[in-house]
């Protein structure tokens, strides 16, 4: 068998499957006030809640995605230590050879200093430059590990050359007070009311978990917009 | 509004909902193999899973509980640290003022020293004895709490006369993995390969969450029961 | 052997021991540079990781506290499942038959409803009828859990009777950056960026654990309350 | 400035600070029998603890590693989510370019199947391979690496090319309890009762922490091997 490398500039999000809606949180909260069923305005109460920081009420929804994204993209997801995973392992199958191709959009150059920069597009030259190496860089890298699995050697050692740009395919549960604290650093907006500078990809990934969060807790997303973008 | 003493000897634990199935565990233990959706002998793999202790893939599946129980129970339940609470609060509602009374089958006795002890029945006269200054202590906090409420105290000082026997709703979200790790504490099997000694109040929780989680991951039950009750 | 009810209106926070200081933060932030021992400015270093949120250095430093405090406030304290906790058993041991009494200063009375409401002192005929049910409530368990104890009935069974007012003794390992959250939501100062309404019991606890951080970390801490007492 | 490849095959461990031994996990332990301070004979007490599963005593104890590990092992070690970790940032800081050299002694060849599979040495051939296009693929990527901030590009671009045998430094602060749990998946004995198979090099950073965690806590160590290396 001959695997060749592929190319890829996107993260794929995809919701597997989710427990998640506001009426829960509603539900969830109510115990606490003895009145479960009891007749609620569903927008003021996650208000209040989200508002006043009552954050229990949210664990109780969960959503599971489907990510395949860069190994130095899950790196960081990972690192949220807030979550199930279950990962594509590089010792019990082969590596599918995916690599992420750096797209033009993608800004290349930092000025400033740490804690305090902004990213510029970068030149022509940079862009091209870029993508070249960033190309070939992981061409080469398939050939090599598909040498030596034709070799014989473990998937384990071959893996060693492969970049963090490979693709690895990730399922992830999260419940949405968890989600919510990790939109809060990964996904900047002008609502946020805490400055964060989250790399380029992640914050493609957050996106994406965002929309799927907005359409089934609408009230609950609106409620984390207005307060901020703080998790309760 | 006058509040009067109500009694109980139940553990209720009801399912509010649950997204748990073996094949959650198949599918999420998959994406390590890059086999989604593979044939697979739903029972071996599970059995293997559990055997060497891959955990992963069980925390995908979450149960939520709807509980109501006495105070000294759930405040070892709440112990565990492992799960998502919403509870009745003290502060915000009026306590219901149920109680739980001990019936004839709880063991009363406790012969041995902490760390190795039995416990036995009790003499009637002791059974007696215990379950009146129980209940009259009950009907007596009821009165005085209820009192207190009358006299425009609040409920967050009113309650501090209650007996740790007073119930309390709590709706738990627990994934199985977790799920396991309280069922190998919690409730004592011949299976067992590790000594427990649960209070027996505990213990009735345990049982009917386990009851729960057999039904809805008959797969994962068999092998946890298999491989000694250690949660994987 | 006799045990009669003694009583205390305090909190009781002692600090154990910790591994904690300021520069294990900044030690464990300059990880991330690779700077490691480089000259920096102490407190305009980490006053950067808090705005920012960058709160992983914090959990480097560790506080154990032993609290003695009444099981109301002990249930409330451990719902934060973010630190490690060593409880007094009451199973294991008899227990010492300690209870809270009200003091003069605890406000008595609520006004307004959930979500919005203040507590005033209450009138000196509710502070004198609250005290008195408050103590003879607990003389009254205190009286009938010894009694079951000399009847030979199991401790896990007598202290059934006992209300929640009764102190537990816990020793309880948390990091600065669970600390920090513990605190902003359980004392409430006017440098509080969010709303919070922690109960007058447990704001006692809070207090105090604070002023032990604030010993050891005064940079953090300074930097804490600059940013809105939200744990980074 | 240029920066060059260096090359290393061990994976380093060492102490940061610790606030660790056997007698906080008594003291933590007596808290709930209420006999802080009584004599004991430690050996048998943690003995017994462990056997039972008491594992709560054992999370008072902390100890901070510095790890220099390879990237494919730091994502392995990050996996498990029960410690505390500050990481050298691809964003923050340039590369150091050190990277894992394969050697002699690591097992190449795997035989069998996913779940049941041994790994034999290979043959001189199969290590002057791997060797080599494991050190010259890392030889190229460092080259590439500099070239890219040479031409002003981003280190967080730039990072992209490195593969995950590129060394990255870690803090991670974890307590005794999760530290056999790590332990008792990541180092395989003949005293295991569960099989475990650890990834080579996963094998050489436990068994670095091992020897930390016998060294202050002897009696811990010496249970934890009796009772079949599972984490209490």
Redesign the interface.
Known sequence: MTNKATFCSDMSVDL????ADDD?VI???R?????VGADTDVSRFID?LV???HG??F??C?F?F?LDV???V??EI??H?IA???????????S?LKF?L?ESH?????AGK??DYK?TP?SQL?ID??SI??AS?CV??AE?YQ??LD????????????????YT???M?I?ARSLMNFLS?RHATKDS?????P?YEIELVAKQMEQQFKEFMPHTHAAFIEHGR?AP
């Open positions: 597997v499957r989710c427990l829960i539900d969830s909260a115990v606490s006030t003895n009145t209040f508002r006043d920081r229990s009420p664990e109780h969960v599971t489907a860069p190994i130095f899950a790196r990972m690192r230590r199930s995973y279950s990962e594509e392992s590089g010792r019990y199958t082969a599918r992420y750096l993608r800004p290349l150059v930092q740490p804690g990213f970068g940079q430059y870029a190496v960033n860089t080469e890298a090599t040498a030596m070799d014989g050697i473990a998937r384990e050692v071959a893996r060693m050359v492969l970049p963090v740009s490979t395919r990730i399922h549960t419940n650093l009311w805490y400055k964060t500078s790399l703080i």
